[in-house]
């Protein structure tokens, strides 16, 4: 591992110390880095996804349907450019537009919240310009409003009509 090499050199007639020189061989500490390297590469555990729980219905179970009131539901339509569309009933309702801040749909939830009680049903629906971000923003919000009752729901011809006027 290590060589010690002793030099010959005498002076004329004076006794000097022999100068050693070292030369030190790095194979074994090069090789036991790699080891340490390969073993904490593989004994490490990587972070796992945290993903949100979505629980879906049983599509084959088409004669189990309760019946939601108007007045206990809120229908909330995502739009492009990050709008979010929301009215409450289904007769000729006045159309609100916000957006995802702390102060849009999640004050908006908030208030239903406060206003119907905990039975309210959030109805989701989605235009053809939303983005799949928005989706996603939107549950993160009844989650974080704690909505237990919501649907996602394909969008109406009626929906669209509502929405002319809004945009």
Not at 15 to 37: A, E, N, Q, W, Y
Not at 104 to 113: A, E, M, N, P, T
Not at 118 to 133: G, H, N, Q
Request: contains cysteine; neutral net charge; proline residues 3%.
């Amino acid at each position: 591992m290590a060589e010690i090499s002793a030099s010959d050199q005498a002076a004329k007639g004076k006794k000097r110390s022999h100068k050693l020189s070292t030369k030190i061989d790095m194979t074994p500490m090069v090789d036991l880095g790699f080891l340490l390297i390969t073993f904490f590469m593989l004994t490490t555990s990587l972070m796992k996804p945290v993903t949100m729980q979505l629980n879906m219905p049983d599509k084959t179970d088409e004669g189990l349907r309760s019946p939601v009131k108007c007045s206990q539901s809120l229908n909330v339509v995502i739009d492009g450019d990050n709008k979010v569309h929301y009215y409450q009933g289904a007769c000729n309702p006045e159309v609100h537009t916000t957006d995802f801040s702390d102060n849009g749909i999640r004050q908006v939830l908030f208030d239903y919240k406060r206003k119907i009680g905990d039975m309210f049903t959030v109805v989701i629906k989605s235009t053809d310009k939303a983005k799949y971000r928005n989706m996603v923003d939107l549950l993160d919000e009844m989650t974080i409003t704690n909505n237990k009752h919501y649907a996602i729901v394909a969008i109406t011809a009626e929906d669209k009509e509502k929405l002319v006027d809004v945009r």
